[in-house]
Each structure stands twice: as structure tokens, then as C-alpha cells.
């Protein structure tokens, strides 16, 4: 039996299209997102995976979360199967996806709630996690009057404050500029060094894969595998000024776009091929980016 926190064993996913869309000859196959994954998440791991627009990154997350299911293989956490979504794993989206009417305390108390939490622990808990993420002070503000930083932040104290075993984030910085990312970049990896949560992150930034990910692996373009899985031996980030600058760090950077940029390049082309099939129709198209 596999002592890994998260084991994906040989994980395949595809999607049948819109029975009205079968007329055109590409929706006649089901689309496969995801062959053939297998990969290995230790305790208190921060995985991050890294790939081109498309290649399955938001459904292999989609089925960590248990939101669907592979049509081949497994997920196991803690060894037994994934068999939905459960509050052992929180999850943290691009879109904050935080209740608009509740303020942000009582956003952060929501999954102690659900978890039966009496409610004199559960402010207490929410308050604990709103002070984690730096925004003592803030616990009585609605969400539209905080800023994306301060509304990411809370949706992370939210997914932590009912202490799930696992982390799933999925391009939670991805909405931020530059600099609010960069420091919330550095505040989750201070707040992963004193919860020790397992995390799965993913992200589109090669430069926020390498900095926050002990391990980081990197996908091809659709049907998404894993093309190989590159270790980022450094020790206190946190703690080190300019890490980005050390030449390692750009060396691990390098590394990861050399494996990468075929595969965006294919991405890119089998965007295109879709557009033109679907009769010019405006596809999404996020990109690779080196920094962020
Ligand atoms: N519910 C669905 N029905 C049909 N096809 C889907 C569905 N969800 C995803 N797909 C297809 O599966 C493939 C992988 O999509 P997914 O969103 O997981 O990729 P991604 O790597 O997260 O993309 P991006 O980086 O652009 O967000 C895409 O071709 C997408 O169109």
C-alpha cells in the first residue's frame, strides 16, 4: 500500500461534448483532458504543477477535489479513494469565491459551520486564521470592500480555518498584479512552513512554480501527462533575500521553460485548430508565462 498523502495512479479523464454540438467533425470523439497521470504527494509536500493553457491542469484538480471522477485509475488520500468533496481538502480558486453578503469573518467561520463547530469556537478559530494571513483588523469588512490581495487572503484562511489535510490551489494568484502576488506569494509559503499542510497548487508563472514548489511538475500540452517532475532543493525560502536572483533559482527556471516550450507551442496550435473548427468562435488562451 502507497504511504504517499495523495497517490494518482494511472489517472486518465475525458469529456463527451454537447450532443448539439456533433454535427462538427471534431466533437465526435470525446475530447481526453488527462492520460495516463500517475504522481506521488508525500505529507506536507508542496506540489506544484506547471503546464501549457488546456493540458488538464484545472481537471486534475477538479478530481482531487472529488468535483468529478476519472474514467481511468485512481486517486487515493491516505491511502483509501477519493469519493467526493469533503473537508479534508480545501480548496482555493482564481475567483475568490467568497460569499458576497457574509462579511469576512463570517466567510472564514462558513466551513467551521458546516463542520458542526459550536459558535463561540468557531469565531474564535476564524479570528485565529484571519490573523494567519495577516488581516487582524478586517474580520468585519464585506468582501467588496477589501482588495483582491486582501479577498484572496481571506478565501485561503477560509480553506485552512477547518483544517483540511490538503491544500488544492488553482491559480489563486493568477487575478492579482504583480506585486500583490509576489507578496502573497511569500505570505502562503510562511503560512504553509507553520501549518505543514500538504499542497497542490497550479499555476500558469514557471517563476511562482519554482519559487513556492519543493517539487514541481510539469505537463504536456492536451491530453495532459506528466512530462517530468523537477525537484527545487531549496531550503528556507522564506528566509532568503532575493531568492529569484540566486542562480540556481534561474537555472531551475530555465530548466522548466526548456521542457515547456514545445508544449506551448503544440497548446497554442491546437487552439487554433479548435477555433477554426468551431468556425472562428473566440477561444480562451492563457499562456505560459516566465514570471508571475
Ligand atoms: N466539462 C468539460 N466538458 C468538455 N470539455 C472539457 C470540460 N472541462 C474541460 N474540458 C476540456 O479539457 C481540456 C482541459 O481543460 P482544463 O480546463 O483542465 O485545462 P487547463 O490546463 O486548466 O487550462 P487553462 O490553463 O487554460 O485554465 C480542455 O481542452 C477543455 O476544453
Redesign the pocket.
Known amino acids: 500500500m502507497s504511504t504517499a498523502k495523495i497517490s494518482l495512479q494511472h489517472v486518465s479523464k475525458s469529456?463527451r461534448?454537447n450532443r448539439n454540438l456533433t454535427h462538427l467533425k471534431e466533437n465526435q470523439q470525446p475530447?481526453s483532458?488527462l492520460q495516463d497521470i500517475s504522481l506521488e504527494v508525500r505529507q506536507g509536500e508542496f506540489m506544484v504543477i506547471v503546464?501549457p493553457?488546456?493540458?488538464?491542469?484545472?481537471?486534475?484538480l477538479d478530481l482531487l477535489a472529488g468535483l468529478t471522477k476519472p474514467n481511468n485509475g485512481q486517486i487515493l488520500l491516505d491511502g483509501r479513494p477519493i469519493e467526493g468533496p469533503d473537508l479534508d481538502r480545501g480548496i482555493v480558486f482564481q475567483q475568490y469565491a467568497l460569499f458576497p453578503w457574509k462579511t469576512a469573518l463570517a466567510n472564514v467561520e462558513f466551513g467551521l459551520e458546516t463542520k458542526g463547530v459550536p459558535r463561540r469556537e468557531r469565531k474564535e478559530t476564524a479570528r485565529e486564521f484571519i490573523r494567519l494571513v495577516g488581516l487582524a483588523g478586517f474580520e468585519h469588512r464585506y468582501p467588496h470592500e477589501l482588495s483582491g490581495g486582501m479577498k484572496q487572503r481571506i478565501a485561503i484562511a477560509r480553506s485552512l480555518a477547518y483544517d483540511p489535510e490538503v491544500l488544492l490551489m488553482d491559480e489563486p494568484f493568477a487575478a492579482l498584479d504583480a506585486q500583490t502576488r509576489e507578496t502573497l506569494q511569500s505570505e502562503l509559503l510562511r503560512i504553509w512552513e507553520a501549518t505543514r499542510k500538504t499542497i497542490i497548487f497550479i499555476t500558469?508563472g514557471i517563476e511562482e512554480a519554482v519559487y513556492l514548489g519543493q517539487r514541481v511538475a510539469v505537463m504536456t500540452s492536451?491530453p495532459?501527462r506528466i512530462k517530468e517532475i523537477i525537484e527545487v532543493p531549496f531550503e528556507a525560502r522564506t528566509s532568503e533575500e532575493d531568492l529569484r536572483s540566486n542562480p540556481e533559482f534561474v537555472r531551475i527556471r530555465h530548466q522548466i521553460w526548456d521542457l515547456l516550450k514545445d508544449e506551448v507551442t503544440l497548446a497554442q496550435e491546437q487552439e487554433k485548430s479548435k477555433s477554426l473548427g468551431a468556425g472562428n468562435k473566440k477561444t480562451?488562451?492563457?499562456g505560459v508565462t516566465a514570471n508571475g
Open positions: 469529456f461534448i475530447v483532458a503546464g493553457s488546456g493540458c488538464g491542469k484545472s481537471t486534475l500558469h492536451r495532459g480562451h488562451g492563457k
